[in-house]
């Protein structure tokens, strides 16, 4: 069973990194590491608070 529940703030690290991990294996056929690196460098716990 899944159970869900609203965001919270302490969860956001932990996103963004589900996040940059995910974009760098689904993307990566079709991008380059290094513009997938580059757009992910900023992409911080902050963006989804």
Avoid: G, P
């Avoid at 290094?34 to 900023?42: A, G, M, P, S, T």
């Amino acid at each position: 069973m899944i159970k869900h529940r609203t965001f919270k703030d302490s969860d956001a690290e932990e996103v963004a990194n589900l996040v940059k991990e995910t974009m760098l294996t689904t993307n990566i056929k079709d991008y380059s590491k290094e513009y997938l690196d580059n757009d992910l460098k900023n992409l911080t716990a902050q963006d989804f608070m």
